[in-house]
């Protein structure tokens, strides 16, 4: 069996977590060079030269530039990093028989020796991490009632090979459009899509407690050390992938910097937790020198430096998706006064999204409330719903 490649995706701010990775990976017994593919790169971008990387950027894929740019106007940061996923992977597995995908803040412990035949041995080429292997206590800080905002499964990692290639295609047919962050649609990036992917394309778990371990589900997988490294204290499993979630040099206390409390005091109470995260971050600094300053993306303002807003990528989603090659790109700086002459007509789209997403809003909050609206005003409500909601372009 040839050794399986290893890739991540991210934005150039990102970047120094994804050199930790490599070094990660490359201590740890990778044959192949972690593939880096930074969504706001050029060919001619200047990046650090480092060992064990390899770099890509959005031209080495096969999709035209201009469906590039489309999604990264009708995107975010996170929604592109994570739609183009399946394309990354799948054109991977041209060169490589075996693609694990790791999110670049991720950080490798132990050799992976369990990845190849996992994935060997899956009914259709497609390994996925659960977030959790156990139901979880009441106490527990997290429940699985986030799951069903969040996905069964964490996207920060998955193993493919050949045979994975229909569920690659099915992915990308929904995240080319649907890749979005939107709680009132039910929808969490790549995430919830895999929930129904997994049973469609026959995933298989990959139920060893030392993957893709993090702050969320530590209370089923503590972390313990002993003279071969870390382990994880409940199952005896080693551990071999740690998601740093957030995790922020300049706040050397802290686990997590996503969660509204303080996760200060899991480092406290751990020593084994504590040291891993000293070991990263003494890393990370490392790279973040290596990297220099964060630079701003690429892709968050328009070719004459004005801020692009979420609002203005909705409506620029909606209309693109109802007339495809209609609106300019304001990422072409030969399109600027058209782009700008667009953005000023879309001001009433804009403004009728809006009043879309605050109507479903209101239904999701408000439901019994939002019912005798509609038995008492039906007609005003027939209307809204005609001209705001159902006319308003949206994919979902």
């Not at 229909?166 to 890749?179: N, V």
């Not at 009132?184 to 995933?203: E, N, R, S």
């Not at 910097?257 to 020593?271: F, G, I, P, V």
């Amino acid at each position: 069996m040839t050794a399986p490649a290893y890739c991540t995706i991210l934005a150039r701010n990102y970047l120094p977590k994804a050199l930790a990775l490599a070094d990660s990976l490359e201590r740890h017994g990778s044959e192949h060079p972690l593939a880096i593919f930074l969504i706001d790169a050029t060919p001619e971008t200047e990046l650090p030269e480092h060992a064990g990387v390899r770099y890509l950027d959005p031209s080495w894929l096969d999709l035209p530039e201009r469906d590039v740019l489309d999604l990264a106007m009708g995107y975010d940061l996170v929604e592109f990093a994570t739609a183009v996923k399946p394309l990354v992977l799948g054109q991977l597995l041209d060169e490589h028989e075996q693609v694990f995908y790791l999110d670049p803040d991720t950080f490798l412990t132990s050799a992976m020796r369990e990845l190849s035949p996992a994935l060997a041995g899956s009914p259709a080429g497609l390994v996925l991490t659960p977030h959790y292997l156990e139901p979880v206590p009441a106490a527990a800080e997290f429940s699985e009632g986030h799951l069903l905002c969040v996905g069964v499964y964490n996207l920060g990692f998955c193993g493919v090979d050949r045979r994975a290639r229909p569920f690659l295609t099915w992915w990308w047919e929904h995240l080319r459009r649907e890749c979005l962050h939107d709680a009132v649609a039910g929808l969490f990036v790549d995430q919830k899509w895999v929930d129904i992917g997994a049973v469609l394309f026959d995933a298989a778990p990959l139920k060893h407690y030392g993957y893709n371990v993090s702050v969320a589900n530590l209370h089923e997988r503590p972390i313990a050390r002993d003279n071969s490294g870390y382990l994880v204290a409940s199952s005896g499993d080693r551990l071999r992938l740690f998601h740093f979630h957030a995790f922020d040099t300049s706040r050397p206390d802290e686990l997590s910097t996503r969660l509204n409390q303080s996760t200060a005091h899991l480092r406290a109470d751990n020593e084994a937790i504590d040291d891993l995260c000293r070991e990263y971050a003494a890393t990370l600094v490392e790279k973040e020198k290596l990297a220099g300053p964060a630079p701003a993306y690429r892709f968050g303002v328009d070719s004459s430096g004005r801020r692009i807003t979420r609002r203005m990528r909705h409506a620029y989603r909606a209309t693109v998706q109802a007339a495809p090659g209609s609106v300019p790109s304001p990422f072409v700086a030969a399109e600027a006064d058209a782009w700008s002459a667009w953005r000023r007509k879309a001001t009433p789209l804009v403004g009728r999204l809006m009043l879309s997403d605050l109507a479903k809003g209101v239904r999701c909050a408000l439901p019994e409330e939002y019912d005798n609206l509609k038995k008492r005003v039906p007609g005003l409500a027939a209307r809204f719903r005609r001209r705001v909601v159902e006319d308003s372009g949206m994919w979902h």
